[in-house]
């Protein structure tokens, strides 16, 4: 039996569940935190009507990506990396 594959495979459930765990604090130091809030609206809309969102529409994240990203919408420029801003994104949409 071919065990590479079966390591490869709890590797990455390993490494995705780390990111996860790590995103409420990333959003925080990113700056997410900020403007929103897991449950409730802050200037920003709550993080939980947001995952709804992510998880209706299959594009709603990469266009939450772009708005966020994209110098010219009113979301407020981020100190995050790309990566960081998609893994919050990620996060997000699990709650």
């Not at 990455?12 to 995103?23: K, T, V």
């Not at 130091?29 to 939980?48: I, L, N, S, W």
């Amino acid at each position: 039996m071919n065990t590479l594959p079966i390591c490869a495979l709890v590797a990455a459930g390993m490494l995705a569940a780390g990111a996860a765990s790590a995103s409420p604090e990333l959003s925080k130091k990113a700056g997410c935190a900020t403007c929103h809030a897991v449950d409730k609206k802050k200037e920003g809309p709550a993080f939980q009507d947001t995952a709804k969102k992510l998880k209706a529409d299959a594009g709603a994240e990469e266009a939450m990506f772009k708005s966020i990203t994209d110098p010219k919408t009113t979301h407020p420029p981020m100190k995050a990396s790309p990566e960081d801003i998609r893994a919050v994104l990620k996060w997000v949409k699990t709650l």
